[in-house]
């Protein structure tokens, strides 16, 4: 897209993020996490929360709501996981899209049962360096503001992806590295 | 259940076991709630054949995700006002981890009373997998 100076401007599209109880349960199994808050509302409406809240990492799951998200097989495309083959990509190589490195998160408030969140992705700073592990890793930084409906600021997440060169080794090393 | 400032020093620690020897279905179950299906974290053939690990591992915010299972627990639900953390070494099916935090400071801003956590998810082998901080809201 053209910005009015003629240059190239990214601009990345918002995200409309729907905060359901169902999601929200989901989430907490999945950490194992058995607080009443999550999942059962007459419990967390007596508790100091007063009602079904998310766990501390549930804005993550806007990937489910990111219609470009690279790490969800889409309709009509080749998924770069197995099938019969090893990979449902031949002929290029298949990126697992990279490691992720740091997650960052401020709260102002808790996103509840009948939010609908904007998601607005801001890239950051870009830097790399040379592990004994991995090679050369490229880090960028992409910070994510959440606003609720009325469009105040609900939370900032920051996370911080690693490109790497080569898997990294598992023997030896006191380098940390990153998951995926 | 929130924690209170007369009951905190700086030093104090709060361990607990936050999964108990990792499994394949977990990796599935957060991927299929947080919407990552990044084929590490599921698909053995891939990930052996092609990406080139000796197994599928877990997703760095599942690890995250089972920390702050720690510190609700520890704080509070909805207590939280930052949380950050870098991830340091992979999570791999039959891991078993502890999530631990410590009192680093305890002090006051804009009339609310903080608390400031060092954090560290350790493996059943005692390595580092997640080091981090929070910030937490707690009572006079």
């Known amino acids: 897209m053209r910005g009015l100076g003629g240059k190239e401007t990214q601009i990345l599209p918002k995200i409309t993020f729907p905060v359901e109880a169902t999601h929200i349960m989901m989430f907490a199994r999945a950490l194992d996490d058995t607080n009443p808050a999550y999942h059962d509302a007459e419990a967390a409406r007596r508790s100091e929360a007063g009602g079904i809240v998310a766990p501390p990492t549930f804005t993550t799951a806007v990937a489910q709501f990111d219609p470009d998200y690279p790490l969800r097989p889409k309709h009509g495309e080749s998924w770069f996981g197995s099938a019969k083959e090893?990979?449902?990509i031949t002929g290029k190589p298949a990126t697992s899209g990279g490691l992720h490195g740091e997650q960052h998160f401020e709260y102002l408030r808790y996103p509840k049962p009948g939010d609908v969140l904007t998601a607005e992705v801001k890239p950051g700073k870009e830097w790399s360096k040379e592990s004994r592990r991995a090679g050369k890793l490229i880090f960028r930084e992409r910070i994510t503001e959440f606003r609720d409906q009325a469009g105040d600021l609900v939370l900032v997440a920051r996370s911080v992806g690693i490109t790497t060169e080569r898997p990294v080794?598992?023997?030896?090393g006191a380098n940390g590295t990153a998951q995926g | 259940m929130a924690l209170r400032r007369a009951e905190l020093k700086?030093?104090?620690t709060h361990r607990e076991r936050v999964v108990e020897n990792l499994s394949r279905t977990q990796l599935v179950m957060y991927s299929g709630a947080g919407g990552d299906y990044n084929p590490l974290h599921s698909d053995e053939m891939y990930t052996v054949q092609v990406a080139g690990y000796p197994t599928v591992f877990s997703h760095g915010m599942l690890t995250m995700g089972l920390t702050g299972k720690m510190l609700t627990?520890?704080?509070?639900i909805a207590r939280?006002?930052?949380f950050g953390v870098r991830f340091t070494n992979q999570v791999w099916p039959g891991?078993?981890?502890d999530a631990i935090a410590t009192v680093e400071a305890i002090r006051e801003e804009d009339g609310l009373h903080l608390v400031d956590l060092a954090l560290s998810t350790v493996n059943q082998d005692g390595k580092d997998v997640l080091s981090g901080y929070a910030t937490a809201r707690i009572d006079p």
Do not use: H, M
């Open chain 2, 80 to 82: 939280l006002t930052k």
């Open chain 2, 73 to 76: 627990n520890y704080v509070g």
């Open chain 2, 10 to 12: 700086v030093g104090d």
């Open chain 1, 169 to 172: 080794e598992q023997t030896g």
């Open chain 2, 95 to 97: 891991d078993s981890l």
């Open chain 1, 86 to 88: 090893a990979s449902g």
